[in-house]
């Protein structure tokens, strides 16, 4: 089955402490992203990936970490974690080219920073 | 960057009626998607749309990409249409996706 996966699903964690949430998908995709969702913000995307070892800003990166050392993997690193980066997260997938663009996302993981 | 509206903001239907969802863009695009984020926080992709109309079941769109708008349409909606309804347009492809607003709709029994 064609999916993107995402751990944990739900994380407390305390300040300061450096976390990473994986990101996982089996459709052979070159371009992946992760967005955080807030209330009365909506989606933004935090950073994108064209393909192995090429990543991009999204438009709010600050205080976040990724890497594409692999193919099907895009993993999220908070360095050190803060209150304000409290939110659900998504990570997603597609195609770059010679197909349909169609993103497919993960289930989500919910974040909160004490 | 390119700008991304939704209406209306809010919409509550009985159960039957049908609907339209608008998407505004302020510039052209490569990439619109629809989305249904339903009230467990799951996004499902309903339609990948850059141009042309697409339809699925109850559920149609249509992308004019030269006047910059899209249209999701909703007809005999039931319960389990509720949730928020989000656009997202690529300007060119490997780019930035941009979310719109959303549209969050309650159908009621």
């Known amino acids: 089955e064609a999916q993107v996966t995402q751990n944990p699903r739900y994380l407390i964690t305390v300040t300061g402490k450096k976390l990473t949430v994986t990101c996982s998908q089996n459709m052979n995709h070159e371009y992946m992203s992760w967005y955080r969702q807030d209330p009365g913000l909506g989606l933004r995307q935090i950073y994108y990936?064209?393909?192995?070892?090429?990543?991009d800003k999204g438009d709010v990166p600050e205080g976040y970490k990724v890497s594409r050392k692999e193919k099907r993997n895009f993993p999220l690193i908070l360095e050190s974690p803060s209150p304000n980066q409290t939110s659900l997260y998504f990570c997603?997938?597609?195609?770059?080219?010679?197909?349909?663009?169609?993103?497919?996302f993960g289930p989500g993981t919910r974040l909160t920073v004490t | 960057g390119i700008q991304v509206e939704q209406s209306p903001p809010d919409l509550i239907l009985q159960e039957g009626a049908n609907s339209t969802l608008r998407c505004n863009f302020s510039d052209s695009v490569n990439n619109l998607q629809w989305f249904h984020q339903n009230p467990w926080g799951q996004l499902i992709n309903l339609f990948y749309i850059p141009s042309g109309t697409k339809q699925n079941g109850r559920l149609s769109a249509t992308t004019v990409a030269t006047e910059r708008y899209s249209l999701l349409y909703i007809s005999s909606s039931q319960t389990t249409d509720s949730g928020v309804y989000f656009c997202?347009?690529?300007?060119?492809?490997?780019?930035?996706?941009?979310f719109g607003p959303g549209t969050r709709l309650s159908v009621l029994p």
């Open positions: 997202a347009v690529e300007r060119n492809y490997g780019q930035n996706f941009v």
């Open positions: 990936s064209m393909n192995v070892e090429v990543t």
């Open positions: 997603a997938s597609r195609f770059l080219a010679g197909q349909a663009y169609e993103q497919y």
